[in-house]
């Protein structure tokens, strides 16, 4: 059995635990009563009872059940993406609730078991996420606690709990097991919950959770358990899903953006068994009995789109249309000192610098795929987006049906880093679904999954420090001007989020949204700002601005932090020292040191001036915060400057998320995020022509290849069991960018202030 | 559509097929194996990678008729918890996967090297490997895995 439970494990489990007596097929929702509705022959108090309270964060039900036989079930309404999230949280619930770690299952991302916690969302799972989990169970353990006093005859604080027994502190032989206290039944208790949904839902209990000192679990090297399954083919994604009755569908997309249908002649796909049509203004899907039918339909399908004119620029004008493009929102971060403007006046000089960063793509691995069947008027979607509980709402706005009428359930999709593609398929799957009176599986094609995908946003970064006579820095300006983060939301919870919603004509909201460099470099004078401008195409785009893997934070910081690179070095200062006479914050001076020392840095300005020849290496330092974590990352690259190819050799990280829940899951999201961040930095770029985004496939829109796979990512933990964790599911991507830019600059002098550093783009700069 | 026999995992099947269809449809919807993937349709991933023969073969381009009486093996196939393959073992014991779609890709084409050559060189393991794409980023514990499991085999 493994530890992370979805809804294709759910029902085997739900067989397990009522003896067989329930026949259900892979796939089928089990209701939470089934599972957990059992020891009814216990009597009903205050704290306990058969029936279950609402589904509400103000509940402690909702969060933490003792089932017969004493394990613990948590209802986690977030979901992992691969980092071993629920590994952490199961951790955390094991710890407070004084359970061994192997007795807890986290239940993730199903609406019909859990609240909104907001789902996958920015590195939250464990600051916000995990928080609200620990104080769930530390308030379900003292109930526990009281209901053993009550039912032993001792008062609560003579008792202790070892592995789910509450026990007498000097006699073992006085004692009741969470199973005989309430195993079966709910937890009746109520929460100081915040009114809040999703990341900030806080719901505490009277309970105080532990002191860390006291940590047994939290802190352990523990793996996961849904490595084997996977390995094994034993475990289902959501492409996996099948349903009686379900018919497969495919979407059409038009070839120039922005076309719609005019004319669609079914008759066309006739020949295919069960191929139908469904069109609504310009969402157009066919579907049929069989997958590969359908495929065959959606190529044969003759369409005439309407004359859309081209919308977009080339991609090689894209930096100019950004420069060139009116502002639709500025905002400059309220920690803005001094008088920048005045400050830039009385310089000595003045260091200016532009970078530029592109569209990029989630291209996960698979393209995505939802199922949608509706029976009785009850919707239920397998999804494998990220924030389940938005899809929910978001198929009950675009069906017109109350939220309750859906029941969506998070599955493992093929690869989630954002707001990807997962949520719109399962917005096309409910209307297929409905159209055609049967469950729909849809899933995209590759061209549609990396050249229609949500898009990371394009920008460029304006920076510039003011300097004076004694060589000082006396201001900094740092400006991001760029296609918004929220051309569509977070999240698939409104129909003019999903490219279903924004085909069939709904009212566009789109938001504007940007960020700053997060940093604590002290100057006099200083204001950091951001820019939006509004989408090339306003509905139904392949380049809609979007949250991908630490959102519009790679391109910000690969700005920010080459920029003081550029500063150290027209100041003859070694990088690092020269960050540290800037950087305030205690524990990112930590980081940087603690790389530093890892990396054997030696000090020395940039670049180095001792190679010749066309293979030269160098290395670079880059550091940021992100939400309470902070990183910092020293690169060592080798260049071949005949070729312009770069080899990102070594890595050495530093990283400080505060309190370390499980250092074994924490470094391989770490790796995984510098990998990533070197395949984006290096390789990715969406191009587009003038009619639609030409990169659509993995030759056109390339990944790190495993032959430039670094030699080497050391990684350095700094634990704080004292200070609150924060995220690391994302903030160690964020200096790698300009980590390998600093490190090119070191070895060969030139700096390349545009990503990704193709071997063409860098071979070019080198001349 | 032609009546097509599909040795599949050390099982004779016969399905009803298009013979055009690619196998990956006939394993993953008419004999209801969850693996391989579908992840491009177009060769360049991976994820759908499944032996044929021993040799490691994209079943995404690979059409159902082509198949004839080779034997195919599915990652389902390839090994148990109880009887596993060195690569699967080691896979847990690195716990390589983050999202875990790509791993038919990885583990079939490692696997089918190792079956070839037990000890591979770093190089060697590199060029049977390029091409795969894992989007997680989990490139450093394929290798580390790939190396480990050619250790286990002595």
Redesign the interface.
Same mark, same amino acid.
């Given at each position: 059995m493994t530890r992370q439970e979805k809804a294709a494990q759910f029902s085997r489990r739900a067989m397990l635990k009522t003896g067989g007596a329930l026949v259900v097929s892979i796939g089928m929702p089990v209701a939470l009563d089934t599972v957990l509705g059992l020891g009814r022959a216990f009597a009903q108090d205050a704290t306990a009872v058969a029936t279950k309270p609402p589904l509400m964060p103000d509940q402690l039900s909702s969060f933490i059940a003792v089932n017969a036989d004493g394990t613990v079930s948590a209802f986690f309404g977030k979901m992992d993406?691969?980092?071993?999230l629920f590994v952490a949280i199961g951790q955390m619930v094991a710890e407070e609730l004084d359970v061994p770690f192997k007795a807890v299952t986290v239940f993730m991302g199903d609406t019909a078991t859990s609240v909104n916690q907001g789902g996958a969302s920015g590195s939250t799972g464990i600051q916000f996420g995990g928080k609200q989990m620990r104080m769930a169970a530390a308030e379900a353990r003292r109930v526990l606690v009281e209901m053993a006093a009550t039912k032993l005859g001792l008062p609560a604080d003579q008792l202790a709990v070892t592995d789910g027994v509450v026990h007498a502190k000097n006699d073992a032989s006085k004692k009741a097991s969470y199973g005989e206290l309430i195993g079966g039944r709910y937890f009746n208790v109520q929460l100081d919950w915040n009114k809040q949904w999703g990341n900030t839902l806080y719901a505490p209990g009277k309970a105080k959770p532990k002191d860390p000192k006291d940590y047994k679990i939290v802190g352990q090297p523990i793996? &996961?358990e849904?490595?084997?399954p996977?390995?094994?083919?034993?475990?289902?994604?959501c492409?996996?899903i099948k349903v009686p009755g379900m018919v497969h569908g495919r979407m059409l997309r038009p070839a120039v953006a922005g076309a719609v249908p005019v004319k669609v002649d079914e008759s066309s796909i006739k020949n295919i068994p069960g191929a139908r049509v469904v069109l609504d203004k310009g969402f157009l899907g066919v579907v049929a009995d069989?997958?590969?039918d359908a495929i065959k339909a959606a190529q044969q399908l003759k369409v005439e789109w309407s004359d859309a004119k081209p919308p977009f620029p080339e991609s090689a004008a894209l930096y100019d249309h950004i420069r060139k493009a009116p502002v639709r929102k500025r905002e400059v971060d309220n920690k803005q000192t001094g008088n920048v403007d005045e400050a830039f006046k009385t310089a000595a000089r003045v260091i200016e610098a532009e970078y530029e960063w592109p569209f990029q793509s989630h291209?996960?691995?698979?393209?995505a795929c939802a199922v949608v069947e509706i029976k009785d008027g009850n919707v239920t979607c397998w999804t494998g987006s990220q924030k389940s509980h938005f899809v929910q709402e978001g198929i009950a706005l675009s069906l017109g049906i109350p939220k309750e009428k859906v029941h969506a359930i998070w599955v493992?999709?093929?690869?989630?880093?954002g707001r990807s593609d997962a949520d719109d398929a399962a917005a096309d799957a409910a209307i297929l679904a409905k159209a055609v009176g049967k469950p729909v599986r849809v899933?995209y094609? &590759?061209d549609q999954a990396t050249g229609w995908d949500p898009k990371g946003p394009a920008s460029i970064h304006r920076a510039r420090a003011a300097i004076d006579a004694a060589g000082n820095v006396i201001a900094y300006e740092f400006t991001s001007k760029g296609f918004s983060r929220i051309d569509v939301n977070t999240n698939g919870g409104k129909p003019w989020d999903t490219l279903a919603g924004q085909f069939m004509g709904v009212e566009l909201k789109p938001g504007d949204g940007f960020g700053v460099p997060a940093e604590s470099y002290q100057f006099a004078n200083k204001r950091l700002a951001w820019e939006t401008i509004p989408p090339l195409l306003d509905r139904a785009s392949p380049l809609r601005g979007a949250h991908l893997r630490d959102p519009v934070g790679p391109q910000i910081h690969f700005a920010s932090e080459s920029f003081m690179d550029e500063v150290a070095a027209a100041l003859n200062l070694d990088p690092i020292e020269f960050r540290l006479r800037h950087v305030k914050d205690p524990r990112d001076i930590a980081v940087i040191k603690a790389a530093a020392e890892k990396a054997a840095w030696q000090s020395r300005p940039s670049p180095r001036k001792d190679q010749a020849g066309s293979k030269v290496s160098g290395r670079g330092i880059a550091y940021s915060q992100r939400n309470g974590t902070r990183v910092a990352i020293v690169a060592e690259v080798d260049i071949d400057r005949s070729s312009g190819k770069i080899f990102a050799r070594k890595f050495t990280v530093a990283h400080d998320c505060g309190q370390i829940i499980n250092p074994?899951g924490l470094k391989?999201a770490i790796?995984?995020?510098?990998?990533?961040?070197?395949?984006r930095t290096l390789w990715e770029e969406v191009k587009f022509d003038g009619k639609n985004v030409t990169t659509v496939?993995?030759?056109t829109y390339p990944?790190?290849?495993?032959?430039e796979?670094?030699e080497a990512?050391d990684v350095v933990l700094i634990d704080h069991p004292e200070i609150a964790p924060t995220g690391a599911g994302e903030p160690s991507i964020r200096p790698v960018a300009a980590a390998i830019a600093n490190a090119i600059f070191d070895a060969t002098g030139v700096r390349i202030r545009r990503v990704p550093f193709s071997p063409d783009r860098v071979k070019q700069a080198l001349s | 559509m032609a009546r097509i026999n599909l040795d599949v995992n050390g099982k004779v099947q016969t399905i009803d097929?298009?013979p055009d269809?690619?196998l990956l449809?006939a394993l993953?919807?008419d004999l209801g194996?969850?693996?391989p993937?579908?992840?491009?349709?177009?060769a360049?991933?991976g994820?759908c990678t499944v032996h044929v023969d021993g040799q490691a073969v994209r079943s995404c381009v690979t059409p159902v008729s082509a198949v004839g009486n080779s034997k195919v093996v599915?990652?389902?196939g390839l090994?148990?918890?109880e009887k596993?393959h060195p690569i699967?073992k080691a896979?847990?014991e690195e716990?390589?996967?983050?999202?875990?779609?790509?791993?038919n890709g990885w583990?079939m084409t490692a696997a089918s090297l190792l079956n070839q050559k037990k000890k591979p060189s770093d190089a060697e393991i590199?060029?049977a490997?390029?091409?795969?794409?894992?989007?997680?980023?989990?490139?450093?514990?394929?290798?580390r895995a790939v190396k480990r499991a050619s250790a286990m085999m002595g």
């Open positions: 993406m691969g980092h071993g793996h &996961r849904d490595v084997a996977k390995v094994y083919a034993q475990e289902d994604f492409t996996d069989k997958e590969w291209a996960c691995m698979g393209p493992t999709g093929p690869g989630s880093y899933q094609t &590759r074994d391989y790796e995984g995020n510098i990998v990533q961040g070197v395949s496939d993995w030759m990944i790190l290849d495993i032959t796979t670094p990512i | 097929a298009d269809m690619p449809y993953r919807n194996l969850n693996n993937h579908f992840g491009c349709g177009l360049q991933c994820a599915t990652l389902a090994g148990t918890p596993p699967q896979y847990v716990q390589v996967p983050q999202c875990g779609y790509c791993i583990i590199k060029d490997l390029t091409g795969l794409k894992c989007r997680c980023g989990t490139h450093m514990s394929i290798l």
